[in-house]
């Protein structure tokens, strides 16, 4: 079976596997499984290479540097930044400062919350807004408070649309798409997120970065995550892994259906899609 079929796997053995954190990798608690740890180890020994991909800023992935031995580039912000395990930059891409003000007036318009990340700053307007404290907890930093964003902090890497309506979070993706979509990457991180990153910088992007930094072709590449911005990076891979609970949407997108992150999907993907071939 070749690697652009739609219903199995390359041929080709994987020589690399890009992880979503979030939703993934650890479970709703954001807890790394020993089991997520020993299939990272096992792929190690079986001389797989292993990265991680994540819409968080990379001070909130820096705490899986350690327990999973990285030694990978990290793509944070989606793929909007790259840096080495120490957390030393590699590439930058940055919205335009004209986009950044005008998708964050467009987000407000929505009533969603905005929040802004500017290096290794996060910026919210409410402290106790949706999700800040969840937030908090999973980037283990804290926000700065700002009255508004005028003016607009510099290089802004990712503007998150924050709401508890799903709905209103899937609609706006469109309207925003519609929008931007010549100046921005949109996507759902969460079905409470919706964020907005440079154009280049999307998970598909990070398959195609690593491929060429780390000289592994494509078709040798596996992916595996939980959401729709994982999607662009299923297409680019010669396998992509979804999650059990990943919405119907995003299964149907991937090559392969794992259990959730709350039955140790990602150690059984690795176990049965990568390892056993």
Same mark, same amino acid.
């Given at each position: 079976?070749t690697?652009?079929s739609?219903?199995? $796997?390359? =041929?080709k053995?994987?020589?690399? %596997?890009i992880s979503?954190?979030?939703?993934? %990798?650890v479970t709703? =608690?954001k807890? #790394?499984?020993?089991?997520?740890?020993? /299939?990272?180890?096992?792929l190690? &020994?079986a001389?797989i290479? *292993?990265?991680?991909t994540?819409g968080?800023p990379?001070r909130?992935?820096?705490?899986?540097c350690? $327990?999973?031995?990285?030694s990978n580039?990290?793509a /944070?912000?989606?793929g909007?930044l790259?840096v080495?395990p120490?957390?030393?930059?590699i590439q930058q891409?940055? #919205?335009d400062? $004209?986009?950044?003000a005008?998708? +964050?007036? *467009?987000?407000?318009? !929505?009533? #969603?919350?905005?929040w +802004?990340?500017s290096?290794?700053d996060?910026f919210v307007?409410?402290?106790?807004?949706?999700?800040?404290?969840?937030? &908090? *907890?999973?980037?283990?930093?804290? $926000? !700065?408070?700002v009255?508004?964003y005028?003016p607009?902090?510099p290089n +802004?890497?990712k503007i998150v649309?924050v709401?508890?309506?799903?709905?209103l979070?899937?609609?706006t993706e469109?309207e /925003?798409?519609h929008q931007?979509?010549?100046?921005?990457?949109?996507?759902r991180s969460?079905?409470?997120?919706l964020?907005?990153?440079?154009?280049n910088?999307n !998970?598909?992007?990070?398959v195609?970065? %690593?491929?060429?930094?780390?000289?592994i072709?494509?078709?040798q590449?596996?992916?595996i995550?939980?959401?729709?911005?994982?999607?662009?990076?299923f297409?680019l891979?010669?396998l992509?892994?979804?999650m059990g609970?990943?919405?119907t949407?995003?299964?149907?997108?991937?090559r392969?259906?794992?259990?959730?992150n709350e039955?140790d999907?990602?150690? !059984?993907?690795?176990?049965r899609?990568? #390892?056993?071939?």
């Amino acid at each position: 079976m070749t690697a652009s079929s739609s219903s199995g $796997p390359s =041929d080709k053995p994987i020589r690399l %596997l890009i992880s979503d954190v979030d939703g993934t %990798l650890v479970t709703q =608690d954001k807890i #790394l499984t020993d089991a997520s740890r020993q /299939a990272v180890a096992k792929l190690r &020994e079986a001389k797989i290479e *292993f990265a991680i991909t994540s819409g968080r800023p990379p001070r909130g992935m820096a705490m899986f540097c350690q $327990p999973l031995a990285l030694s990978n580039p990290i793509a /944070a912000f989606n793929g909007g930044l790259f840096v080495r395990p120490d957390m030393s930059v590699i590439q930058q891409q940055t #919205l335009d400062a $004209p986009v950044a003000a005008d998708v +964050v007036k *467009f987000l407000a318009s !929505k009533r #969603l919350d905005v929040w +802004v990340y500017s290096g290794n700053d996060w910026f919210v307007q409410d402290r106790h807004g949706p999700h800040v404290d969840r937030e &908090e *907890f999973t980037v283990k930093f804290p $926000p !700065k408070v700002v009255a508004k964003y005028d003016p607009m902090p510099p290089n +802004v890497a990712k503007i998150v649309g924050v709401s508890d309506d799903q709905d209103l979070v899937a609609s706006t993706e469109a309207e /925003a798409r519609h929008q931007f979509g010549d100046h921005a990457s949109i996507a759902r991180s969460q079905p409470y997120y919706l964020d907005v990153t440079h154009p280049n910088a999307n !998970k598909g992007s990070v398959v195609r970065y %690593l491929s060429g930094t780390m000289g592994i072709p494509t078709d040798q590449i596996a992916t595996i995550g939980d959401m729709p911005n994982d999607v662009l990076m299923f297409a680019l891979s010669g396998l992509s892994i979804a999650m059990g609970n990943a919405s119907t949407e995003v299964q149907r997108a991937a090559r392969r259906v794992t259990a959730s992150n709350e039955q140790d999907g990602f150690a !059984k993907a690795v176990e049965r899609f990568i #390892l056993a071939h």
